[in-house]
């Protein structure tokens, strides 16, 4: 019963900016570290941003200064707010929630959402 639903993707000029929301259901939301993920075709899948439970953050070098990640745990949500997009920020976006456990790990992934910097 776990969901984890991407919203926010689209088409955006170069300097332009998005903001992209994942939304979860079926998991205690607040106990999970989050992270958004993005994948170009061709390419290994690359950790973007992510936040702890206890909202620590982290980002890529390439997006440092230009990404802001955040979690609203009342609407068990977290978002990335992209800034001075690139055409190298192309790529689909996967929304990850992660919760290591003894004997295995609870991980889960969205479907993904494109997005594309071109003018």
């Known amino acids: 019963q776990v969901q984890l639903v991407e919203s926010g993707g689209g088409l955006v000029q170069p300097g332009g900016s998005l903001r992209l929301s994942c939304a979860a259901s079926g998991i205690i939301f607040r106990l999970y570290a989050m992270g958004w993920y993005r994948q170009a075709p061709g390419k290994q899948r690359e950790l973007v941003a992510s936040?702890?439970?206890?909202?620590?953050?982290n980002y890529a070098d390439s997006v440092k200064g230009r990404f802001t990640i955040s979690r609203d745990n009342a609407k068990n949500t977290v978002n990335l707010q992209m800034n001075s997009l690139k055409p190298e920020d192309t790529a689909v976006y996967y929304c990850n929630a992660d919760r290591p456990r003894l004997g295995g790990t609870n991980n889960y992934w969205g479907q993904g959402t494109q997005v594309t910097v071109s003018s």
């Open positions: 936040i702890t439970s206890g909202g620590n953050t």
